[in-house]
Nanobody, 112 residues
Framework: QVHLVESGGGLVQAGGSLRLSCAASGIIVSNNRMDWYRQAPGKQRELVAYIRSGGSTNYADSVKGRFTISRDNAKNTVYLQMNSLKPEDRGVYYC??????WGKGTLVTVSS
């Protein structure tokens, strides 16, 4: 059974940083494409970043240069380092295995 558990969300001032974690069980993250999505209030869920099994990464234009996705194979965990946060980055952040398995999300709030 696959479980994805996000953590690391919280309240941060604009310009600040947070690091989100996604601890996985039931899958090996390095063998899968792993995604970070976010959903702001009243908006559709959007893909923020993903990391392929080979290690290549991709980012939404809105976060390029500010967010970094990475993984720790030994810990079977995927991370999202978020720097220079903006109020529009707020929302619930979800970890996903290529859109089929999902965590419950972690809330990020950015104050202006």
């Amino acid at each position: 059974q696959v479980h994805l558990v996000e953590s690391g969300g919280g309240l941060v001032q604009a310009g600040g940083s947070l690091r989100l974690s996604c601890a996985a069980s039931g899958i090996i993250v390095s063998n899968n494409r792993m995604d970070w999505y976010r959903q702001a209030p009243g908006k559709q869920r959007e893909l923020v970043a993903y990391i392929r099994s080979g290690g290549s990464t991709n980012y939404a234009d809105s976060v390029k240069g500010r967010f970094t996705i990475s993984r720790d194979n030994a810990k079977n965990t995927v991370y999202l380092q978020m720097n220079s946060l903006k109020p529009e980055d707020r929302g619930v952040y979800y970890c996903s295995r290529a859109g089929d398995y999902w965590g419950k999300g972690t809330l990020v709030t950015v104050s202006s």
